[in-house]
């Protein structure tokens, strides 16, 4: 049996064709798109307002969401970790990170992740496949539907790299900020890359002005290649001058993410050289003390190890924000839930 094509990957106006080509007026189109979007209906039986010989021909042809929930971690930080199986038996987690008001939506983009950065569970397991529009779209509905969260933020981050699946990630959020649907601002959004550069010189040219974010980590091209393979590829010099020439375009901010690794790149000198590039770039730093991977060699800092380098930066006049690592009781850093069952 062919696989059943998902209804999220499609935007209204691919909606609009897909009903003329079917001998159906395209303001069907909107109907669905609004019940899906605005109403989230998951299920072809409740679009009562479609003749029914039509929800019997969709529900042939798709399935509105891909997902289904295997699994949830909760932690006591109020962190929650969501596993959903796709269709062939590979698995995703979108994480919620409440802090204070905010209710921000830590997204995947991938199964797996070429880039085996060494500190992180994602790439442990290796590359699977890029995840479609639909199943990225998928992720924001389910927690805001099925779950009843009012996602303040989304970020796309992991598990995956986004812009090593660009076209799928840029279109799941035009998407999903759409204001005939979801009608989430482009602000609310953050792409964040290990250092994609075609990616990121792709993004400048993107019209809705998302967020991005770039993870350094280092600010040596010795330490960072070891860190972050993707480093051979785009070294720091490279990178950052890419990150100067989007910055440039349109005014857009741009944020360093910075996972702090004890005995490892937090050291004084690699504060200086951060604060330099982060100067240079006028970007804010956040920094993030590890979670540890139990099948990797990494620790993580004491907490006067990460007051004492976010003070370093703060002297360089760099603005730092200190994001707790969230979730760690549950395994929520990015691909350490679904590393298990994949
Ligand atoms: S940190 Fe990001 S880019 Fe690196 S392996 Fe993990 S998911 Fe991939």
Known sequence: M???????????????????????????????????????????????????????????????????????????DGTVKYLFRLPE????????????????????????????????????????????????????????????????????????????????????????????GLNFGARRMTISTAGVIPGIKRLKEFELQVNLSISIHSSTDRLRSRLMPINKKYPLPDLVGAAEDYIRSGGRQLTLEYILIKDLNDSRYEAEGLAAIARRLK????????????????????????????RWLEERRVKVTVRQSKGVDIAAACGQLAGKFQ
């Not at 003749?51 to 042939?60: D, F, G, H, Q, S």
Request: overall charge neutral; aromatic content about 10%.
């Open 89 to 180: 038996g590979l698995f995703v987690e979108p994480v919620l990170i409440p802090a204070g008001d905010r209710k921000p939506a830590c997204l995947s983009t991938q199964v797996g992740c070429k880039f085996r950065c060494a500190f992180c569970a994602s790439g442990l397991n290796g590359f699977k496949r890029n995840l479609t529009a639909g199943e990225i779209v998928s992720q924001v509905l389910s927690l805001k539907f099925q779950f009843g969260h009012n996602l303040t933020n989304l970020v796309f981050m992991g598990m995956g790299e986004p812009l090593d699946n660009l076209e799928n990630v840029l279109k799941a959020i035009r998407i999903i900020n759409d204001e005939r």
């Open 2 to 76: 062919s696989r059943l094509q998902e209804l999220t990957s499609f935007n209204l106006e691919e909606l609009q064709d897909f009903f003329k080509s079917v001998g159906e007026p395209a303001y069907r189109a909107r109907q669905v798109f609004e019940g899906i979007y605005q109403r989230g209906w998951f299920d072809f039986a409740a679009f009562t307002n479609l003749p029914l010989p039509l929800r019997e021909k969709l529900a042939a042809k798709f399935v509105i969401d891909p997902l289904q929930l295997e699994q949830t971690a909760s932690s006591a």
């Open 283 to 310: 970007a804010k730093v956040n920094l993030i003390a590890y979670s540890p991977v139990p099948q990797l060699p990494y620790s993580r800092p004491e907490e006067a190890e990460v007051v004492r380098f976010q």
